[in-house]
């Protein structure tokens, strides 16, 4: 190499030396690769660990090679007289075979007669090794600090919904063992994610569907147990506004089977939905609850009366529905009748409202509608035969009281105001 190749040469491997010292630094104190060092690593994130910590300490032992001979060229061409000789080394140190690479284990099939455990490599492959171990490293730290930045704020929620269990169950007078085995689930989960986070990941996914099943168990939990404790302060005022809803549920009762007798009057078919009676059911529940606050049987009476509360609901929806559903019947036969009544103005306005085979299905439907109780399916059959009878007979001729209507007429003119 000529003196201005060695120059630019050491001035290139000097700068390669100080970033990568740099690039070490930070990789040193790189926060996922202290606490890979300081945890106790199981399964595969310690293995994938071991894997990595190998190509760190490569890289260090390269490192370390790789920068003693840029400092040998360094002081070399400082100190140097600048001779043939003093060329010729320092193009070796900064061409040649001058960094030595730390020895590997070769199996003994692997070896040959004049093996040697010695292996040296230019400055240019120091680098290119080194960056290879820098890559396999770093994508293992990577691959960990990915899985703890998404397990750990999780597992955190978790240990602060167990503290708070803990704490609603002394409130209530729980022992240590009521949970046994959810703590020992969140214990596991905990270890997993402390020690053994790429278990939890796939695909470069992280699986985090164990810890949100243990999330929503601490939730119904910790929601029993605040129940209970709601129980224990205030059962008076819980158990009078459960009393008050089911009065309520007593009321529109009441109110529907005042309409179911209503519409059995009025209407035999389809046939009235029967109207059941479950306050009995609803004030056992009551006295149940009654009887376990007697025991202090705080959590169980939480959750008891968390089930009372939804069953009043569901029978207030559901005796709400049957009122509706009534209710339809007679709006139906109103419906019903209004378009008879409807049809019928139309067919005098045709002048077709004597004739005799109006008359006659005018008739039956007019009794099915008009009968207590009335069956509204034949009802609504005679009117549709009604209706098809007065179309059939308004489409044909032109009676000498028929008002046409211009072709400016909106529809109702045009059918009498009935909408077909």
């Known amino acids: 190499m000529s003196w201005e190749g060695i120059d630019h040469a050491l001035n290139r491997v ?26 106790d690593l199981v399964g ?15 890289l260090w ?6 920068r003693r001979v840029v400092d040998r060229a360094r002081d070399l061409r400082v100190s140097g007289g600048g001779g043939p000789e003093d ?5 070796f140190l ?13 199996p003994l099939d692997g070896r040959g007669l004049l093996h040697t455990d010695g292996e040296s490599t230019t400055l240019a492959a120091a680098v290119a090794r080194m960056s290879a171990d820098y890559e396999e490293a770093t994508e293992v730290i990577s691959a960990v600090e990915t899985a703890w930045d998404a397990l750990h704020p999780r597992l955190a929620g978790l240990d602060a919904m167990w503290h708070e269990i803990c704490t609603l169950s002394d409130l209530v007078g729980l022992g240590e063992s009521e949970h046994e085995a959810l703590r020992a689930d969140l214990d596991a989960v905990g270890t997993t994610v402390r020690c053994d986070p790429l278990s939890l990941v796939e695909g470069g996914h992280v699986d985090t569907s164990s810890l949100e099943g243990l999330r929503l168990r601490l939730e119904r939990v910790r929601g029993e147990l605040r129940d209970a404790l709601r129980m224990r302060d205030s059962y008076t005022e819980s158990v009078e506004r459960l009393r008050s809803a089911i009065d309520g549920v007593g009321e529109v009762l009441a109110r529907v089977r005042r309409l179911r007798e209503q519409v059995v009057a009025k209407i035999s078919s389809p046939h009235p939905i029967e109207v059941p009676d479950p306050l009995p059911g609803l004030r056992d529940g009551i006295a149940d609850m009654d009887a376990l606050r007697s025991r202090s049987r705080w959590r169980e009476l939480g959750a008891r009366f968390g089930e009372l509360q939804r069953t009043v609901h569901e029978a207030a929806d559901d005796a709400h529905g049957r ?13 019903l009748r209004g378009r008879l009544d409807a049809y019928r103005a139309r067919a005098v306005r045709l002048g077709v409202a004597e004739d005799e085979r109006l008359v006659g299905l005018h008739r039956v439907a007019h009794w099915e509608l008009w009968t207590a109780p009335c ?4 009802a609504t059959v005679a009117l549709s035969s009604y209706q098809r009878a007065l179309q059939e007979l308004g489409g044909t001729g032109t009676p000498a009281n028929r008002t046409t209507p211009d072709e400016g007429a909106s529809d109702g003119e045009s059918d009498g105001g009935v909408s077909r």
């Open 375 to 378: 069956d509204l399916r034949a």
């Open 14 to 39: 000097r700068g390669e030396a100080d970033r990568i010292a740099l690039d070490l630094t930070d990789l040193d104190g790189h926060v996922g690769h202290r606490m890979l060092r300081g945890a």
């Open 44 to 58: 595969r994130t310690r293995r994938r660990w071991k894997h990595a910590d190998g190509h760190i300490h490569s």
């Open 94 to 106: 900064l061409n040649g075979d001058s960094v030595p690479l730390p020895d590997r284990d070769v």
């Open 61 to 66: 032992t390269v490192y370390d090679a790789f």
């Open 87 to 91: 060329q010729a080394l320092l193009t």
């Open 323 to 335: 009122e509706a559903d009534l209710t339809g019947l007679l709006h139906r036969r109103a419906e």
